[in-house]
Nanobody
Framework: QVQLVESGGGLVQAGGSQRLSCTASGRTFGNYVMGWFRQAPGKEREFVAAISRSGVNTYYADSVKGRFTISRDNAKSTVYLQMNSLKPEDTAVYYC?????????????????????WGQGTQVTVSS
C-alpha cells in the first residue's frame, strides 16, 4: 500500500505558473510509475502526464505538451507537475496516481485504469 498526498493547488491567473507536488509514503517510491490526472466539473477524469520509475521517460497529453513538465525525486518520494502558461481550461482537481504492475509505456499509463493508488486531489483554478 502507498499513500499519496497532493499539494500546491490554488488560484492563478491565466498565463501564470504553478507547481504541484505529490508525496508518497508506505512503500519504496522508486518502484512506482507515477501519473497526474485531472477532472473538471461535469467531465471525466483525464490523463495529464506520467513518468517512469527512474524519471528518464515521460509521457504527456497533447493538451499540456510543451506547457507542463512532470518530474520526480525518488530520494524525497515526491513527484512534481510544473504547469506553465496556464489557461482557464486547465481548471480542475488534479490527482496523482501510482502503480507498480507494468513496464512504463504511454499506451499503458495514459489511462486511469492502469493505476492502483490515488491521492485525494488538489484544486487548481485558473482565472481569465
Amino acid at each position: 500500500q502507498v499513500q499519496l498526498v497532493e499539494s500546491g493547488g490554488g488560484l492563478v491567473q491565466a498565463g501564470g505558473s504553478q507547481r504541484l507536488s505529490c508525496t508518497a509514503s508506505g512503500r519504496t517510491f522508486g518502484n512506482y510509475v507515477m501519473g497526474w490526472f485531472r477532472q473538471a466539473p461535469g467531465k471525466e477524469r483525464e490523463f495529464v502526464a506520467a513518468i517512469s520509475r527512474s524519471g528518464v521517460n515521460t509521457y504527456y497529453a497533447d493538451s499540456v505538451k510543451g506547457r507542463f513538465t512532470i518530474s520526480r525525486d525518488n530520494a524525497k518520494s515526491t513527484v512534481y507537475l510544473q504547469m506553465n502558461s496556464l489557461k482557464p481550461e486547465d481548471t480542475a482537481v488534479y490527482y496523482c496516481a501510482a502503480d507498480q504492475k507494468s513496464a512504463f509505456t504511454g499506451s499503458t499509463y495514459g489511462y486511469a485504469s492502469a493505476y492502483e493508488y490515488w491521492g485525494q486531489g488538489t484544486q487548481v483554478t485558473v482565472s481569465s
